[in-house]
């Protein structure tokens, strides 16, 4: 089968299609082979392509013991493995698996779902990894409530245009701060307040918030503790540049300031039904700035890269 594959750390480059052995069920009967329709990119993909140091403690130090990169998927069951009791051959399925760039991709059976009967396999394939993140984030770490006041921060991404529609969704105070050609788009999705960070400094408004979603990794708690509330949260959402978050947050222990929270989601059957349930209720929605076929995965990932994504980028494996 055709896979993106990396044989070494580096820059979008290091990215080659290649032939490679399909997944097999064998010793696996809680999983199932999925025909690919498509997937997406997420920064989790980029940190590993670039080998960021977490990333070569598990994945090996000098080139990545396992080559192959996506993690969103939507598409067709092929088999099942003997003890998977929620699906069958043909279902279609959307979720996580590990090597989802590829024609076929092996997923267990508790982080994959039915797919929205709304939704096509593009649509369905930008949602897993961004949609679980935001909701994860507001729901269980900030432990969000109707009425509450919330400031999404990078409203216009992937996480940050989920986690607006799902702060309306919980009947909050939304306000969404993102670029001027985002403005417009983002206001659809729900959000009350809208604040251009081009022209306006949020932390500066002396107006205070519930909780603070930073939800691509560009704030610091220090920076943004004056926005909130005396029993407000600041999330942070570790994307492409870490940079000084761990220090922020033991400094954050060491003064008492126990507001500041980072996050890295943990993708659950129930949350995919949930979301499914949303979506096919008209409540949630992907935005998809472009798509791009497998064999154009290194411009996808250059254009991740940019930081300026509107929504997801999705890469189509298979027509139809």
């Known amino acids: 089968m055709k896979a993106a594959v990396y044989r070494s750390y580096g820059p979008p480059e290091v990215l080659k299609i290649e032939e490679i052995d399909p997944p097999s069920l064998e010793e696996h009967e809680d999983r199932v082979l999925i025909k690919v329709h498509s997937s997406s990119v997420n920064p989790f993909d980029v940190r590993h392509r670039k080998g960021y140091f977490p990333v070569r403690l598990s994945n090996g130090f000098r080139e990545p013991r396992d080559h192959r990169l996506g993690i969103?998927?939507?598409?067709?069951?092929?088999?099942?493995?003997?003890?998977v009791s929620r699906f069958n051959v043909g279902d279609r399925v959307f979720g996580n698996s590990l090597g989802s760039?590829?024609?076929?991709?092996?997923?267990?059976?508790?982080?994959?779902?039915?797919?929205p009967k709304n939704l096509t396999f593009?649509?369905?394939a930008a949602i897993p990894t961004v949609a679980v993140t935001a909701l994860q984030a507001l729901r269980d770490i900030a432990q969000i409530q109707k009425g509450q006041k919330v400031l999404i921060y990078g409203a216009s991404g992937g996480i940050g245009h989920m986690a607006v529609q799902l702060a309306r969704y919980y009947e909050t105070e939304v306000s969404a701060v993102c670029s001027t050609a985002n403005l417009a788009w983002v206001k659809d999705l729900g959000a009350d307040h809208m604040i251009d960070y081009t022209?306006?400094?949020?932390?500066?408004?002396?107006?205070?918030?519930?909780?603070?979603?930073?939800?691509?990794?560009?704030?610091?708690?220090?920076?943004?503790?004056?926005?909130?509330?005396?029993?407000?949260?600041?999330?942070t959402e570790?994307?492409?540049?870490?940079?000084?978050?761990?220090?922020?947050?033991?400094?954050?222990?060491?003064?008492?300031?126990?507001?500041?929270?980072?996050?890295?989601?943990?993708?659950?059957?129930?949350d995919f039904d949930f979301l499914r349930e949303l979506i096919e209720a008209g409540k949630l929605k992907p935005v998809i700035e472009k798509t791009f076929p497998l064999n154009e995965i290194v411009a996808?990932?250059?254009?991740?890269?940019?930081?300026?994504?509107?929504?997801?980028i999705v890469i189509e494996i298979q027509k139809g």
């Not at 519930?210 to 004056?226: E, H, N, P, S, W």
């Not at 990932?301 to 997801?312: D, I, P, Y």
Request: glycine letters at 8%.
């Open 72 to 83: 969103d998927v939507a598409g067709t069951i092929e088999a099942v493995g003997k003890s």
């Open 122 to 124: 593009t649509e369905a």
């Open 199 to 235: 022209k306006e400094d949020f932390t500066r408004s002396g107006k205070k918030y519930d909780i603070i979603l930073d939800a691509v990794g560009k704030q610091t708690f220090f920076k943004c503790r004056r926005s909130l509330t005396a029993a407000g949260v600041y999330i």
């Open 238 to 270: 570790h994307i492409l540049y870490p940079r000084y978050h761990p220090l922020q947050f033991l400094l954050g222990l060491l003064t008492g300031d126990r507001r500041a929270k980072t996050h890295l989601s943990e993708p659950v059957t129930e």
């Open 300 to 312: 996808a990932h250059h254009h991740l890269e940019t930081e300026h994504t509107k929504g997801k």
């Open 101 to 115: 760039h590829a024609e076929y991709t092996r997923a267990r059976e508790t982080i994959i779902c039915r797919m």
